[in-house]
């Protein structure tokens, strides 16, 4: 028994190692530079960065609100000022593609963000893009009315269920349901 637990104390350090060094040797190979094309063109289809496009002009707006109100008589120069320091950290913004693109190297292979790419340039990809957060919204708003119907249909077959078999000693399901779908 002893020796049984001590092969299968070896065996899973042993699995344990070379799930590590596995781990290890795929992190130090070198992304290719196809690989990452791949992946700047998988994320630019699906435009994985867009979100963040606001984020240098709504920081020069802040800091100019900032400056101004601690120093109105400053104005023109803190808006100057401002505008061409955001300008010049405007470049930086391709830092973050990079970083993106590296990080979607890493976790997809060159095959796959191709394939991702291609579909998210496709007609049904772009509308899927368009149209997904409607659709996604229009799904949790039928799964919420199902939820409620199923609920309280549930509630109401238990109450009747109840009540045959205990007759009027039956507590009644009522109240206890989730709230009452709407009825359409």
């Known amino acids: 028994m002893i020796l049984t637990n001590r092969l299968r104390g070896f065996s899973v350090m042993v699995a344990a190692s070379a799930f590590a060094l596995t781990a290890f040797s795929a992190q130090a190979q070198e992304i290719g530079a196809s690989h990452l094309k791949a992946a ?9 960065t867009d979100s963040f496009d606001g984020i240098l002009p709504q920081a020069a707006a802040a800091l100019k609100q900032q400056l101004i109100q601690q120093n109105p008589d400053m104005q023109e120069l803190i808006t100057q000022t401002v505008d061409e320091n955001t300008l010049a950290l405007a ?37 899927l893009i368009e149209n997904g957060p409607i659709a996604t919204r229009e799904l949790v708003k ?12 549930l509630a109401e077959q238990v109450g009747e269920k109840l009540k045959a078999v205990a007759g009027t000693k039956a507590p009644a399901a009522e109240g206890a349901a989730a709230p009452e779908a709407p009825k359409n």
């Open 40 to 48: 700047h063109d998988a994320i630019a289809a699906i435009h994985a």
């Open 91 to 127: 470049s930086r913004r391709a830092d973050l593609e990079k970083e993106s693109a590296l990080a979607y190297a890493k976790a997809f292979s060159e095959k796959d963000l191709t394939e991702i790419a291609a579909f998210y340039s496709s007609e049904a990809g772009k509308k």
């Open 142 to 153: 039928a799964a919420d009315i199902w939820q409620n119907g199923i609920a309280r249909d």
